[in-house]
């Protein structure tokens, strides 16, 4: 369970840094983003969920996401987690699964910033023992190892080289618009 008593000697990090904060308790696991801390308040209240199949560690531009606590314990972690990853890229229009030294991954989220597009990354080097764990799942579903692997409307696109071959056949604003609108649809 995350507690403002885990937090002890995280008062140097920037309010609006943009590092993920990884603490661990026993076998449950939570991140947050800096950012949505406000450590201004002496002991600053943390919401947190029971156990979750969802993910833990992303970025998202400005965007912040709620705490999760996870359990890797059971049986059935894989499939929670790959029920996870399934509803994570259909719930947001574009969905980067990255790691942060990779200059592939770093020239796709390039690309989305220049067109104005602020996609779910999520960094699977930032999330220990996990991230493997769900790189393996992600090339069971899209049989792509590699990153960064991008979802645009719920579709697996592929990698950086096809990413940016639809952006220069025209193809990948039209995607990012229809996307966008249908989950702007779905909001309705």
């Not at 943390?46 to 998202?60: G, I, M, N, P």
């Not at 069971?140 to 590699?146: D, E, M």
């Amino acid at each position: 369970m995350a507690s403002a008593a885990n937090l002890t000697g995280l008062t140097s990090l920037a309010r609006t840094s943009s590092r993920t904060i990884i603490v661990r308790r026993s076998s449950a696991v939570a991140s947050l983003n800096a950012a949505s801390i406000d450590l201004s308040k002496p002991r600053a209240k943390l919401t947190h969920s029971s156990t979750s199949s969802s993910l833990r560690a992303v970025r998202s531009g400005t965007r912040r996401v709620p705490i999760r606590c996870l359990s890797d314990s059971g049986p059935s972690f894989g499939s929670r987690l790959e029920d996870s990853v399934k509803k994570t890229v259909a719930d947001n229009p574009v969905v980067v699964y990255s790691k942060t030294w990779c200059s592939y991954s770093s020239e796709v989220k390039s690309l989305f910033n220049r067109l104005g597009v602020q996609p779910l990354v999520i960094e699977l080097d930032e999330l220990g023992a996990q991230g493997p764990q769900i790189q393996k799942v992600l090339e069971r579903i899209t049989g792509q190892h590699t990153v960064p692997n991008v979802f645009i409307g719920g579709k697996h696109i592929g990698g950086c080289t096809d990413t940016v071959k639809l952006y220069h056949k025209g193809e990948l604003q039209s995607l990012l618009s229809e996307a966008t609108n249908k989950k702007t649809d779905a909001q309705s």
